[in-house]
Structures are given as C-alpha cells and as structure tokens.
C-alpha cells in the first residue's frame, strides 16, 4: 500500500518500486510505532481527534507494536517503507480509524523521529561496550604487572616502559570516543515530531507534549531544520568512524604483537583461525578485520557528508540512503568492540625484555642532573652507543671504562642505570611510563568510568 494513491491514475512500474524502496528502514519498526503511540495520544489530548478514535488507534497499535516485538509482525510486498507498512497492518486490525493516524504528520518528521529514537538508544548500547572495553584492559594491565617494553618511535625502540603503560593508553583514547557519542547525544536527543512534511500545521499540534512523552530532552525551534537535517546521522557515524581507528590501531599493534618478530602476545585459540595450508599458523584475524571494515565505516562517513552537501531543504529522498550507511556503521561497530573484545581478553603477554640501548636517554639524563648541559650529554652518550653498537653490543654491556671515557663525570654505579627494568623504574614524570604513573591512571580511569 502506498500512502499517495489519489492523485494518481497509474500504479507505479515495477523499475520505480525496485529503485526506489530500501528495506532497510524495518528494523526502525518498534521506533515507528512507539512514535506513532505518543503522536496518536497527541492527537486526543489536544481534541484534534475524539478520545474514542485515540483509543481505537492505541489499541490497534498496541496490537502492532506486540506484533513487532514477537517478531510476528508480516511485511507485505506492498509496503512503500516501514511507516506505510505500519499505517497498513492498523488499517487491517481497526479499521478506517486507522487512517486518522497521520493526522498532522508526515513521513519526513515520522522518518527523522524514528532514526532519533533509534540512535539513543545505540548510543547508550555502544557507550557500554566502549566501557567495557576500557574494564578489559585495565583488567590485562593490571594482569600483566610490572612487565618492561620498550615503547616505540618510528617503529625503533625508544624507552622502557611498564607494558602496563602502552595498554592504558588505548583505554584513554577509549575513553574520548565514548565521551564523544554522550557529547553527541543531546544532539541527537531532540524530538521533530510536528515539524509535518516541512513547516507544521494548521492543526493545533502540541509537539512539546510529544517530545515529554517520548522523553526527549528537546524539541525542534525550526520545522525546515527538523525534516531536513541529518548533521545529527553523520556526527553519530563520524562516532563510530573514529572509535573504529582507535580499534584499528590497536588491531594493527595486536597483528604485530602476535608475529614472530615481535612476540609480545599469543591470543586464545576461539579468537585466533588457521591456514588452509600451513599447519603451524595461528592467525589474527578478527584484529584484521577490523582494521579492513574501519575502511568501509569511514566511507560511511563520507557517503554522509556527501549526501547533505547538495540538498536543498528541505526532505529529498535522498535522505533514505542515510540509513544503510548509519546501520552499516553502527553494526560494524558493535561487532567489532565484542569481537575484539573478546581477543583481547584471551591476551596471553610475554614479550622479550628490550635491548638496554632504550637507557640512552636514561645516561644523557643522569649528566644532565650533574649539570651537564643536554646536548653534550647528548653528544657524549651518542659515541658510547655508536661504539659499542660497531661491536654488536648494547648499553647494559658497556664497562666502567667505557663509561668514563664517554664522558669524566659518568662514575661505575651509573652502569646499574642501564636496564629496561631500572629505566621504567626511576621515571618519575606524573603520566609517564613507570608504574606509579600506571597505578595513578587506573585509578582515574576507574573514576571516569563511574
Ligand atoms: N522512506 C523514506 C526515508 O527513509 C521516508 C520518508 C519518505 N518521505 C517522502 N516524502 N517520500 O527517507
């Protein structure tokens, strides 16, 4: 059933109704009838419908939303989209009351509440997997103790740090996204519902009394802005982009974690695959993934931007595209924070200690305190480590002698410097890399969370 027979004397081609009609608005059906429930009780308190009708079209829709949540809800062919769809089944269960329903309404304010509706409560979904995600690994961090890496620059090895340390710093950037999507919320959390097909009614509509009922913390200022804007679909799906690059990062460290050259980590068989051929490979690939489908959530991003920059306002059916992209995002998310997830918590750590050549900057640091100025010590530690680099030996190998001749005020003990383990253990910057610093962050990162 399409919602616009009358002035039309044909049925529409078969080619416009496989072109134009996208299913993938069904699964906003619950949303539909939610709002078409606050808009129908509208519709009675403000008198524009009888309080008879209002309870005719409750009962029927009712009838439709159990329908809807059982899963029993039938789809005709017929069906233009999820709101004709909709508008159809309360037709069949009351009767010609049913179409008393759109009173005041258009499917461009119906659309736009229905994606609201839907993106809070994504909102909230994903908020308590990107915090869960931050509980595992502080869980590994804390699991992993006082285990020493290098960190890295330029992918080389640059200082020792707790492995603690580099783990946390992807529960911070988690953090951000998830302070991102509740930042983005209240602009997603304002209710269009009277807004009409573009400018309202001449029906004493009362969307305020909707927006309260629906509990949205806001209701639009401007009919034009309210059907045609979907800035609030792009900024969720730049959420979703950006959450997946920090994933992304973190899948490609995993990749190489997991790779011989590295052998930071070994993942849990259920979270690793084999090969076809080679019987020894045990595989990352959900961390591959991830990194390949963050490539297809930001051209999400993209097909919205694109899709807003043209429009004129205010609904154009262009806008119907904007919810396989939205969808696309969101699911791939989903997936992706339990999936990967569920491979960082199988993490089994045991990386190799770092060459004591990430101590360097450790005895540049020890003349500094003694009043060397920077770039001479600098200067002075660069040739140790030239030397005995030519001799394939590194900084903890390094004798007494050695030392004084670098430079006269590097005394013997300074050698007890030159261990990762020492290095991590005199940092004393508030935020670095020492176990202080990681104790300190966990117990902030804890406080954020609650
Ligand atoms: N299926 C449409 C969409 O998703 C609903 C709004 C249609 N409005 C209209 N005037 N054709 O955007």
Redesign the pocket.
């Known amino acids: 059933m399409t919602l616009w027979g009358g002035r039309f004397e044909e049925g529409p081609a078969e080619l416009l109704w496989r072109f134009t009609v996208?299913h993938s608005?069904r699964r906003l059906l619950t949303d539909d009838v939610i709002g078409s429930q606050a808009h129908a009780a509208m519709l009675a308190e403000t008198g524009i419908i009888s309080s008879e009708e209002g309870a005719e079209l409750q009962r029927g829709l009712v009838a439709v939303l159990a329908e809807a949540e059982s899963g029993e809800f039938a789809w005709s062919e017929g069906d233009e989209?999820v709101?004709s769809a909709v508008e159809r089944r309360l037709y069949e269960l009351i009767g010609e009351v049913a179409g008393k329903l759109h009173t005041g309404r258009?499917?461009?304010d119906?659309?736009c509440l229905d994606l609201r509706l839907y993106l809070r409560r994504a909102t909230e979904e994903r908020a308590v997997q990107i915090t869960d995600l931050v509980k595992a690994l502080i869980a590994v961090a804390e699991e992993v103790g006082d285990t020493v890496v290098a960190s890295y620059t330029h992918v080389q090895q640059a200082q020792a740090v707790p492995l603690a340390h580099h783990l946390l710093a992807y529960a911070w950037m988690l953090v951000r996204d998830l302070d991102r999507f509740l930042d983005a919320y209240p602009r997603i959390d304002v209710s269009p519902l009277g807004a009409g097909a573009s400018a309202g009614s001449r029906l004493p509509l009362d969307p305020s009394q909707t927006a309260e009922s629906l509990g949205f913390a806001s209701v639009f200022a401007n009919s034009m802005d309210a059907v045609g804007s979907r800035d609030f679909v792009a900024e969720y799906v730049f959420c979703c982009a950006q959450t997946m690059v920090t994933l992304s990062r973190l899948s490609e460290e995993m990749v190489l974690w997991a790779g011989d050259e590295f052998g930071w980590a070994t993942f849990g068989d259920a979270y690793t695959t084999g090969s076809s051929a080679m019987p020894q490979k045990k595989n990352p690939d959900i961390a591959e993934l991830v990194r390949g489908k963050t490539a297809t959530v930001i051209g999400d991003v993209t097909a919205l931007l694109s899709l807003q920059k043209g429009l004129p306002l205010t609904?154009n059916?262009d806008?119907?595209e904007d919810?396989r992209a939205v969808f696309h995002a969101d699911d791939t998310l989903a997936l992706a924070l339990a999936a990967l997830g569920g491979m960082v918590e199988s993490a089994q750590f045991h990386p190799p200690e770092p060459s004591s050549m990430v101590t360097a900057l450790d005895l540049a640091e020890i003349l500094v305190a003694r009043g060397v100025p920077f770039r001479s010590a600098h200067e002075a530690v660069g040739g140790l480590v030239a030397g005995l680099a030519a001799g394939g030996r590194a900084l903890a190998d390094a004798t007494a002698g050695e030392l004084a001749a670098a430079h006269p005020q590097l005394v013997p003990e300074d050698l007890d410097a030159l261990t990762p383990a020492a290095s991590a253990a005199a940092r004393v910057t508030p935020g670095g890399g020492s176990m202080e610093s990681v104790a300190k962050q966990i117990e902030q990162l804890r406080e954020v969370l609650g």
């Open positions: 996208d608005d989209d709101h258009s499917r461009n119906q659309v609904y059916r806008l119907q919810k």
